[in-house]
């Protein structure tokens, strides 16, 4: 049974990362893609994180050294810079 609360967070962390366009977002998993990988790697996704993965997968390429990374998280959490 998937848990409800975790299923809105991680809609809500996607919607979040589509509203700062900081990368491309590709179509997300579907229900087959989660069981073959959950199989394939003995795990279980989260109920957030697979709400998350299943309204879209962000990519993008990494950027140059020296270019601040920035990690969307939620309000207040601090900003990850790539060290030199």
Do not use: K, W
Not at 10 to 28: K, W
Not at 33 to 48: A, T
């Amino acid at each position: 049974m998937i848990n409800i609360d975790g299923a809105r967070l991680g809609a809500d962390a996607a919607r979040r990362l589509r509203q700062a366009d900081c990368c491309t977002i590709e179509p997300g998993l579907s229900d087959d893609e989660f069981e073959r990988i959950e199989e394939e790697y003995g795990i279980r996704f989260s109920d957030d994180h697979r709400a998350f993965l299943a309204a879209g997968l962000p990519v993008c390429s990494p950027p140059e050294e020296g270019v601040p990374l920035t990690i969307v998280s939620a309000p207040n959490a601090p900003t990850a810079t790539r060290q030199p």
